[in-house]
């Protein structure tokens, strides 16, 4: 990429610091400045016209930049029309989240005894309770079955169930995707893994050797709620079946090569759960007999209570790494907290945009999820510039966000670029989005928001076929150029 802004430009002659008062909160309503005086900064900034035009996107751009001190919108394009906001919308969630549960919130995962334990034996059901946690593993799960023994349980006289009703079961995030990826698991109030299970293969000798696994760092456990065939087919490369008590997945031979691995979706989360809490139970000396999941909220005393990290610290991983099982179970279950209970998905959508346009002033906030993957969502980038100058203030959010690296005139990262940026990234095919914090030279920093997005081009997507479609990385790459070259442009003529 080719740098419109030079650094001698940062480090060089300082600018003229954009006129104003500030004052110590941002209003309700932010004012645009009075216009500047014709050309001022023309030869050092190119116009943000221009630069859109020399990125050739088809479709929308739009973007709002504001001083978080004043509140004061110094540039803004198109930004109160709604578009796609793609994972951009994790910042969103963050937020809501952080508001009704706070930020020392743990998810509980429970075993719950339904009887005495006497001389080792649990007289009654032993009851696997999810609460909700995004990140519970496999490796947690064989930590509450070394717990459970070390309670002193030795036999359970009843059966072993599971419960994940404290959240609502959606089959997938957005059933617009492909069945396949893993970033579109099921969602349940018990999750295991990001609900995704390990396909690997290997050729030998008579074909090819297949496992599905639950694994973690440190183990594993082979599972058989996921199942996979191998076809005699070129295309598609994955089908899937409900075969009742598991997954059924088939791959085409011609696929394959000679070995490899990757992450298939989950759709049985409180059944792949069980089964593995089971292996580690027996591999304590614990041999659970399997009983029906249950539909109502478990009654009985925690015998063993795994906790999550802090709220911060999971919403810090979410926004790092896009999790999508992550913002839909945050934001699922700040809306179980605000309401007493939560109907759907999509009822909790509603309700967080309902939150959004009320606590934030984000007008014309409409969200269909919490993770940004389904893309009937829409957001303007004027209402979320304005209402990242609104949370500001107080310190939460900000530093959860991840540090965006800017590019050098070769298009690799540039670790000594003048302007720093603190960000959340949204990227779905034909759109991407940037919005966060960015911090000139002189250290004025601005909240901003851009869009970027082909509606159009993104309606002729197959959803059914096999790729990337054609043209999409190179659009995607010139969206990421222009965001760039826009903040360096606001870094100049604010923060020079």
């Known amino acids: 990429m080719s740098r419109v802004l030079s650094r001698r430009i940062f480090l060089g002659s300082a600018l003229s610091a954009v006129a104003g008062a500030?004052?110590?909160?941002?209003?309700?309503?932010?004012?645009?400045?009075?216009?500047?005086?014709?050309?001022?900064?023309?030869?050092?900034?190119?116009?943000?016209?221009?630069?859109?035009?020399?990125?050739?996107?088809?479709g929308q751009v739009t973007f709002s930049v504001m001083d978080v001190k004043t509140g004061l919108v110094l540039?803004?394009?198109?930004?109160?029309?709604?578009?796609?906001?793609?994972?951009?919308?994790?910042?969103?969630?963050?937020?809501?989240?952080?508001?009704?549960?706070?930020?020392?919130y743990r998810f509980a995962t429970r075993l719950?005894?339904?009887?005495?334990?006497?001389?080792?034996?649990?007289?009654?059901?032993?009851?696997?309770a999810g609460g909700g946690d995004p990140t519970l593993d496999t490796d947690a799960l064989a930590q509450m079955?070394?717990?459970?023994?070390?309670?002193?349980?030795?036999?359970?006289?009843?059966?072993?169930?599971?419960?994940?009703?404290?959240?609502?079961f959606e089959r997938v995030i957005d059933p617009s995707q492909p069945e396949h990826v893993g970033y579109n698991p099921s969602v349940s109030g018990?999750?295991?893994?990001?609900?995704?299970?390990?396909?690997?293969?290997?050729?030998?000798?008579?074909?090819?050797n297949v496992s599905m696994d639950a694994r973690s760092e440190r183990y594993r456990p082979a599972v058989t709620i996921a199942r996979m065939a191998i076809a005699g087919r070129k295309a598609p490369i994955y089908t899937y079946?409900?075969?009742?008590?598991?997954?059924?997945?088939?791959?085409?031979?011609?696929?394959?090569?000679?070995?490899?691995?990757r992450w298939l979706p989950v759709r049985k989360p409180e059944a792949y759960a069980a089964e593995v809490f089971a292996v580690f139970a027996r591999s304590q000396g614990i041999v659970l007999a399997p009983g029906a999941a249950l539909r109502d909220a478990p009654e009985g005393e925690a015998i063993?209570?795994?906790?999550?990290?802090?709220?911060?610290?999971?919403?810090?991983?979410?926004?790092k790494y896009s999790n999508n099982l992550t913002a839909e179970l945050v934001g699922l279950t700040a809306t179980a907290a605000r309401l007493g209970r939560v109907a759907s998905l999509a009822a909790s959508a509603q309700e967080m945009s309902r939150w959004a346009r009320t606590e934030l002033g984000m007008q014309g906030a409409g969200l269909v999820d919490h993770s940004g993957l389904g893309e009937q969502s829409r957001l303007s980038a004027g209402a979320l510039a304005q209402a990242l100058v609104r949370v500001h203030g107080d310190g939460q959010l900000k530093p959860i966000l991840k540090d965006i690296a800017l590019r050098d005139d070769n298009g690799g990262i540039d670790r000594e670029h003048p302007v720093k940026v603190t960000a959340?990234?949204?990227?779905?095919?034909?759109?991407?989005?940037?919005?966060?914090?960015?911090?000139?030279?002189?250290?004025?920093?601005?909240?901003?928001?851009?869009?970027?997005?082909?509606?159009?081009?993104?309606?002729?997507?197959?959803?059914?076929?096999?790729?990337?479609?054609?043209?999409?990385?190179?659009?995607?790459?010139?969206?990421?150029?222009?965001?760039q070259k826009l903040i360096e442009r606001w870094a100049t003529i604010y923060g020079a």
């Open 424 to 483: 959340k990234t949204g990227t779905l095919y034909f759109v991407s989005s940037l919005a966060g914090y960015m911090t000139a030279p002189d250290g004025t920093e601005l909240a901003f928001a851009i869009f970027c997005a082909d509606t159009a081009r993104r309606e002729q997507i197959d959803s059914r076929a096999a790729g990337r479609p054609a043209g999409a990385a190179s659009w995607n790459r010139r969206a990421k150029q222009l965001q």
């Open 304 to 319: 063993v209570v795994h906790r999550s990290a802090p709220l911060r610290d999971v919403l810090r991983d979410m926004l």
């Open 112 to 128: 719950i005894a339904t009887g005495p334990v006497e001389i080792g034996v649990l007289k009654g059901d032993l009851i696997l």
């Open 22 to 58: 500030a004052w110590a909160g941002a209003p309700a309503v932010s004012l645009r400045p009075h216009p500047r005086p014709e050309g001022l900064h023309r030869r050092s900034a190119p116009g943000a016209e221009a630069l859109i035009e020399a990125a050739r996107l088809d």
């Open 190 to 208: 018990l999750n295991l893994n990001f609900n995704r299970v390990h396909f690997e293969w290997k050729r030998g000798g008579s074909g090819y």
């Open 75 to 104: 540039e803004g394009r198109g930004e109160t029309g709604g578009v796609p906001p793609a994972s951009v919308t994790k910042a969103v969630t963050a937020l809501y989240a952080l508001n009704i549960l706070g930020a020392e």
């Open 145 to 168: 079955a070394a717990d459970l023994k070390d309670k002193g349980v030795r036999e359970v006289q009843g059966v072993f169930r599971v419960w994940g009703g404290a959240l609502p």
């Open 241 to 261: 079946k409900d075969a009742g008590d598991h997954d059924a997945w088939t791959v085409a031979k011609a696929a394959l090569g000679n070995a490899g691995a």
